[in-house]
């Protein structure tokens, strides 16, 4: 529909997001710009287990908590309206 706002993924939402610092210690800041809609985080392992998640998120800035996990990779989601992006974490 005209006037609708497109389903952004890939590199279109990249330009959206910034998390830092990678690797970490297990905090991570996500910057989310310009998007202006409620935000789901979610964290799993490479095995798919759901390690954290925090949905309605509201604001530009998110810290993710980590840790308490495991030193390795992790992926990082976030999901809204219209959005979906993926990033990869390193937890040292």
């Known amino acids: 529909k005209f006037g609708e706002t497109p389903f952004l993924t890939g590199e279109q939402a990249a330009e959206h997001f910034q998390v830092f610092p990678n690797p970490s210690n297990g905090q991570f800041v996500v910057l989310a ?18 390690v954290h998640t925090q949905g309605n998120v509201q604001g530009e800035r998110y810290e993710v908590q980590l840790g308490d996990q495991a030193a390795g990779m992790y992926l990082l989601q ?15």
């Open 33 to 50: 710009q310009g998007l202006n809609v409620p935000l789901t985080f979610t964290v799993t392992d490479l095995a798919g287990k759901v």
């Open 78 to 92: 976030v999901e809204g309206k219209n959005v979906r992006y993926t990033k990869r974490v390193v937890v040292q």
